[in-house]
C-alpha cells in the first residue's frame, strides 16, 4: 500500500503544475499589495550530521549509512503530524523526472545530477523539500506564495527541531552549524523572494538597485536562482551570508531590502503609467494577442509576454486572469514539461510550437470566458 501512495504522490508531482507557492495566496490583489509582486518566499536550512565527512568525500557505504539516518528521522516528522512525505532517491528517477522536480522548485540544480546517496522527500503539500546529500547533508526548504519569509522560517524552524531530536547535527559553538561552503556557516539559513520587477527594468534602474543590493549583503539571481538569468523582469533576491548573523537579522535585513524594492517598483510602474501609458497598455494587450493567437513561442518571449500580462493584471489594463494560472504557466511552459505533456522528447521547435499551444488554450480560453 505504501509502494502505491508513493507511485500516486510521484505521478501527480510530475504532472501538476500546481504547488504551494503557485497557489497565490489572494487571488485579487488590490493595487500596491505585497503580493502583486512578490511570487513567492523561500527559506532554506542547511544542516550535517556530526562526525561524517561533507557529501563530496562520502564512500557509498557511509553514504548509504548518512541516508539511512536521515530517512529514520524523516519518519519522525511524520509521526509528529508534520504531513506526509513522499521520498524519492534520485537514481531512482530519469533526467526527465529530476528536471520536473527542478522546474517546480522542488530540488536544487545539484540534485539532478543524482550522483550516489542524493535524495529528496517532499511533504504532500509541497510546502516543504528535504534535500539531502546535495553539498550539505540535509537542506531544509520551505516554500510559500506572496511575502512571507516569517511564516517560511516559523515551518522550517519546526521541522529543524523536529528533525534533531533524532539527529546529531555538526556545530561549533563559536561557528554555529557547519556547513560545506563558509559563507551558509553559522545560522545556516538563507532567506529569498521571488520578485516581479518590471518597473524597475523598463525604467532602466535595475543596474542601480541590483548593485546596492551587495552592499547590504544581499544578492540578485535569475528564476531558478544562481546561474540562472532574469528572465520575465523576474529576480529572486536573498541573503548572502549567514556568519555571524542570527535568524532574526537575516530575516529582518531581507524584508528591509524587499520593502524597498517594492516601494522603488510602486513608483516605477507609477511613472510608466504617467509618462508611457499608451506603450504599456500596447504591450500588455500585444502580448496577450500573442500568446493567445501565436503559433510558435521561444522560452524568452514567453517569459517576456507573461510578465506583461501580469503587469497588465496589476495595473488593472486587463481582467479576468487568474494570478494562480500565470504562476502556474512559469512552470508548465518550461522543457520538461512540455515534454512530458507531449508524451515524448522535443527539440527547440517543437517545444516553440507546443509552448504556443499551452498559451493558445490558457490565455485564449481565460478571455473568452471573461
Known amino acids: 500500500m505504501q509502494k502505491d501512495n508513493n ?13 504551494a507557492w503557485t497557489s497565490s495566496r489572494s487571488q485579487s490583489c488590490e493595487p500596491g499589495q505585497d503580493d502583486q509582486i512578490v511570487l513567492a518566499s523561500r527559506v532554506r536550512l542547511a544542516r550535517n550530521l556530526a562526525g561524517q565527512p561533507f557529501p563530496a568525500h562520502l564512500s557509498p557505504e557511509i553514504g548509504q549509512k548518512v541516508v539511512a539516518s536521515l530517512f529514520l528521522a524523516l519518519r519522525h516528522l511524520e509521526m509528529a503530524n508534520n504531513g506526509k512525505y513522499i521520498l524519492l532517491k534520485m537514481k531512482d528517477l530519469t533526467p526527465l523526472q529530476r528536471s520536473l522536480l527542478l522546474e517546480k522548485h522542488l530540488i536544487s540544480r545539484e540534485l539532478t545530477q543524482a550522483l550516489e546517496n542524493q535524495a529528496v522527500a517532499i511533504r ?33 524552524s519546526e521541522i529543524d527541531d523536529l528533525l ?4 546529531d547535527y555538526a556545530f561549533d559553538p563559536e561557528l554555529g552549524y557547519l556547513t560545506t561552503c563558509p559563507s551558509n556557516a553559522g545560522t545556516g539559513l538563507r532567506a529569498s523572494v521571488l520578485l516581479h520587477l518590471p518597473g524597475i527594468i523598463l525604467t532602466k534602474q535595475q543596474d ?3 548593485a546596492q543590493l551587495n552592499k547590504v549583503g544581499m544578492t540578485a539571481r535569475g528564476f531558478y536562482g544562481e546561474g540562472t538569468k532574469a528572465l520575465g523582469h523576474i529576480f529572486q ?13 537575516i530575516l529582518q535585513g531581507l524584508k528591509s531590502v524587499v520593502s524597498r524594492l517594492l516601494e522603488h517598483e510602486r513608483q516605477a510602474r507609477s511613472r ?11 504591450q500588455v494587450w500585444r502580448s496577450y494577442g ?15 509576454r507573461l510578465s506583461y500580462l501580469r503587469l497588465g493584471l496589476d495595473l488593472g489594463i486587463i481582467e479576468g486572469i487568474d494570478r494562480s494560472l500565470l504562476n502556474r504557466l512559469l512552470i508548465e511552459a518550461q522543457p520538461a514539461f512540455l515534454q512530458q505533456a507531449k508524451g515524448q522528447e522535443l527539440d ?19 478571455q473568452r470566458e471573461v
Open 164 to 167: 534533531e531530536e533524532k539527529l
Open 7 to 19: 507511485t500516486t504522490n510521484l505521478t501527480r508531482l510530475l504532472t501538476s503544475s500546481a504547488s
Open 237 to 249: 533576491v536573498s541573503n548572502q551570508v549567514t556568519l555571524g548573523l542570527s535568524e532574526d537579522n
Open 208 to 210: 542601480m538597485l541590483l
Open 290 to 304: 500573442i500568446m493567445s493567437q501565436a503559433r510558435l513561442l521561444p522560452g524568452k518571449e514567453f517569459m517576456e
Open 348 to 366: 527547440q521547435l517543437e517545444r516553440d510550437k507546443e509552448r504556443a499551444k499551452l498559451a493558445n488554450i490558457r490565455i485564449g480560453k481565460t
Open 272 to 282: 510608466l503609467l504617467q509618462e508611457k501609458g499608451a506603450v504599456i497598455e500596447d
Open 124 to 156: 504532500e503539500d509541497e510546502a516543504v523539500a528535504l534535500m539531502l546529500n546535495e553539498e550539505d547533508h540535509l537542506r531544509i526548504q520551505c516554500l510559500l506564495p506572496g511575502f512571507q519569509p516569517e511564516e517560511a522560517w516559523r515551518i522550517a
